[in-house]
């Protein structure tokens, strides 16, 4: 939690959470095998902030927003809601229908999360039935009209009555995030909401997101393997690795002075055109780090972090233990033995040594 969240309630937030899939087995009498998704995962959601999850394909990500949108059950961890548990394996279908007006997830990918046969109307006017209980059709048509133009789909008219293979990528996902606002939510989890869109419009949504929190103080989750981008577009980035949080804080300054290696990976990969101008002084130097290998199997993840089979300075330790948190200021935060005061350790440096 950094400084400026502290005396702001959180609308959504996860402790402790972990997802555990079982594993389709080639032998019926062989032992259960199960994939560890997510590992001990707490993050917390304000009102008018956006937090980035930053990762590799794989880390565990999208599971993330889908325990957070009720659509898994988490194995263990606990889920509040503005300070209420919510346990919804123990409530009744009403708390959860409640509970996902409040918490909606937009969709990676706009050509499959819209139903082709079915009409923009016919998207729309479905969760406003269903949420808001309209009184009449003019009412409906008003509200549908409103939510058109509220993502920049004008004339609405026009848009209304077309089907999905009508319009392109972009249109789709602002339909899709209509499709989200139509019950007036606190949250909005935003799963690579742009990752299919071709580049020149990626910036348009993403500014209609910001809107959105600016505007209506929405709380943003915005996942994204693109780390430059979270840092323009949330406050907070928390970055995940093979289902494991392992650095987190502001965003400038996780981007700017990473210390997590898994991190200054993930920076050192992504493209800056300031590092083609040397005469610019603004941007620090990169950390150049080696390529080391994918994401581990997560049905039989590295103990102890699971980033030490990849990472140029892993140390016996690293594969023991997860390391705890180190705080490092202002909010800033890493799950890694280099900070660590309690640990002196030398870093590994043979092959041997680095085994799996």
Wanted: charged share 25%; glycine share 4%; with cysteine.
């Amino acid at each position: 939690m950094t400084t400026t969240n502290a005396a702001i309630e959180a609308i959504v937030e996860a402790r402790h959470i972990q997802k555990y899939f079982a594993s389709r087995q080639a032998n019926v009498l062989s032992k259960p095998t199960f994939i560890h998704a997510v590992e001990d995962v707490s993050l917390s959601l304000y009102p008018g902030k956006a937090t980035a999850l930053v990762g590799e394909s794989g880390s565990g990500k999208s599971t993330i927003a889908r325990l957070l949108a009720r659509m898994y059950d988490p194995t263990q961890g606990e889920l509040k809601f503005r300070g209420q548990d919510i346990n919804l394996k123990k409530r009744s279908t009403r708390v959860l229908r409640e509970y996902r007006r409040h918490v909606q997830l937009i969709f990676q990918d706009p050509f499959s999360s819209l139903n082709p046969v079915h009409t923009i109307r016919h998207h729309l006017a479905g969760p406003l039935r269903v949420y808001r209980h309209v009184r009449s059709e003019a009412e409906e048509e008003e509200l549908l009209l409103a939510l058109l133009r509220r993502v920049n789909l004008e004339p609405a008219e026009q848009f209304i009555d077309k089907y999905p293979h009508q319009l392109s990528g972009g249109q789709r996902q602002r339909i899709a995030i209509a499709r989200a606002l139509a019950v007036q939510p606190e949250v909005l989890l935003a799963d690579e909401p742009v990752s299919m869109l071709d580049v020149s419009i990626r910036l348009d949504i993403l500014n209609l997101l910001l809107s959105l929190k600016e505007e209506e103080k929405m709380a943003l989750l915005f996942i994204t393997h693109d780390i430059a981008s979270a840092r323009y577009f949330a406050e907070e980035t928390l970055v995940m690795y093979a289902g494991q949080l392992v650095e987190g804080g502001p965003s400038d300054e996780v981007i700017q002075q990473p210390k997590h290696p898994y991190t200054q990976l993930l920076i050192s990969a992504a493209p800056n055109p300031a590092r083609s101008n040397p005469d610019d002084d603004e941007e620090p130097e990169p950390i150049e780090l080696p390529a080391r290998g994918e994401i581990p199997s997560l049905i039989n993840p590295p103990t102890g972090c699971r980033f030490h089979t990849r990472c140029p300075h892993v140390m016996p330790v690293c594969k023991e233990r997860f390391p705890a948190r180190t705080d490092l200021g202002n909010g800033h935060w890493t799950n890694c033995f280099l900070y660590s005061e309690s640990e002196t350790t030398e870093p590994a440096t043979t092959a041997g040594q680095q085994s799996q």
